[in-house]
């Protein structure tokens, strides 16, 4: 097909207080004798959002342990336990972060489709529909909300289960979920969407769809993030929209440099996408000098620390690891630097960008 035909979510709720609609919404998507499983980020356990779920009959939460971005051995792992304890779920809901909401995409898809999730890493091999999956964001910025991939660490790749099975049926925007993220965790997600912006906005595959996306969300990350002010409820209400306008920027576009080398250093040193993204950030001025430029001011006004020297005493054999990643994202550099791009990124070039961070 010459155009995408761009697979969406299905059901959108937005507002303050709109986790409390949960059950009414969950309602006709239960099967008899078959529970909603809640996976809960982990840094809920023993806090209020838990005892807000509306439990019914056999419905169970899972605290999901996101200390490591998810693994194609974890889905497969909660996938099994899933099956072996119930058969078959009505839903899977995920209620967290970018990571937790990949992990309900990918075990909704893995309910349903056999062999190991690390089969379905790449486009479109995904062969049937998942189980029922919705997702309810704790942090803004990823736009995995409304993404049609799952981001997973493979036995052999960092790569995403991308398919028009992937999107949600139903997310929760929610901001007040958002309120209690730390400082620090708040604003690499957050720059995520920053990011995502100018990676699409900046990038050859911009259209109007993309660019309509991004500049709203461009704005509102400004509005947000330029500038010395306290953080308010307004901040967590304009970043939730600046996450979704962001995620449906690149949907339909494609990300950039950043995302391209900072895959590396998750593949290799398992640095989180957030911060990673930010430490390449702060040193590719050569291919978004405005963004980049804009960025740092971002960094001093929110006083954030970005780690420096991460890649210092790393082997030839690690560096080459990091670039055989890095280049495998052949979109993401065609989409930064055009078709191109070989010439332009060679081996040597990504070498001492990656000595630099
Ligand atoms: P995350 O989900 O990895 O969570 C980061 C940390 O914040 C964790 O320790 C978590 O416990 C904690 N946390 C979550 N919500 C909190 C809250 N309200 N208060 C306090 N702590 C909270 O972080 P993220 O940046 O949202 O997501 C990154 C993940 O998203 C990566 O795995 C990345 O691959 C994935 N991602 C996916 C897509 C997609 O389209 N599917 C896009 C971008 C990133
Ligand atoms: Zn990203």
Redo the contacts with the bound molecule.
């Keep these: 097909m010459q155009f995408r035909n761009f697979k969406m979510v299905s059901y959108v709720v937005y507002g303050r207080g709109s986790f409390n609609q949960l059950d009414e919404i969950l309602a006709p998507q239960r099967k008899v004798d078959a529970p909603m499983i809640f996976f809960v980020?982990?840094?809920?356990e023993g806090k209020a959002l838990p005892n807000r779920i509306p439990l019914r009959g056999k419905d169970k939460i899972i605290f999901v342990d996101?200390?490591y971005?998810?693994k194609t051995t974890q889905v497969d792992a909660l996938a099994q336990q899933l099956k072996a304890e119930f058969g078959m779920v009505s839903g899977i809901i995920g209620i967290?972060?970018?990571?937790?909401?990949?992990l309900a995409?990918a075990v909704s898809l893995m309910m349903t489709n056999p062999g190991s999730s690390a089969d379905y890493q790449g486009w479109d091999l995904v062969k049937f529909p998942g189980v029922y999956k919705a997702g309810i964001?704790?942090?803004?910025?990823?736009?995995?909300e409304?993404?049609?991939?799952?981001?997973l660490t493979g036995p052999t790749r960092?790569l995403?289960m991308n398919s028009d099975f992937t999107p949600f049926d139903q997310i929760v925007l929610d901001p007040e979920?958002?309120?209690?993220?730390?400082a620090n965790?708040r604003f690499?997600?957050g720059m995520?969407c920053y990011i995502?912006c100018i990676e699409s906005l900046e990038g050859n595959f911009i259209n109007e769809f993309s660019k309509s996306y991004g500049e709203k969300a461009l704005q509102l990350c400004q509005d947000i993030f330029l500038g010395k002010k306290p953080w308010t409820d307004e901040h967590d209400d304009k970043l939730m929209m600046a996450s979704y306008a962001g995620?449906m920027s690149i949907a339909y576009s494609q990300v950039g440099v950043a995302h391209a080398v900072s895959y590396g250093l998750?593949y290799l040193l398992g640095t989180?996408?957030?911060i990673g993204n930010c430490i390449v950030m702060n040193h590719i001025e050569e291919y978004y000098p405005k963004g980049v430029a804009e960025f740092k001011q971002m960094v001093a006004n929110n006083d954030i620390f970005i780690p420096e020297g991460i890649c210092k005493s790393l082997s030839d054999e690690q560096f080459e690891a990091m670039i055989n990643v890095s280049l495998g994202m052949k979109p993401l550099w065609e989409n930064a630097l055009g078709k191109n791009w070989e010439q332009i990124m060679t081996r040597e070039k990504l070498r001492a960008l990656y000595e630099k961070l």
Excluded at 41 to 44: L, T, V
């Design positions: 980020d982990h840094f809920f996101v200390t971005e998810p967290g972060g970018g990571s937790t909401m990949d995409k964001p704790t942090l803004s910025g990823t736009g995995a409304v993404s049609r991939t799952t981001v960092k995403g979920l958002t309120k209690d993220a730390p965790q690499y997600t995520d995502h995620g998750s989180k996408h957030g």
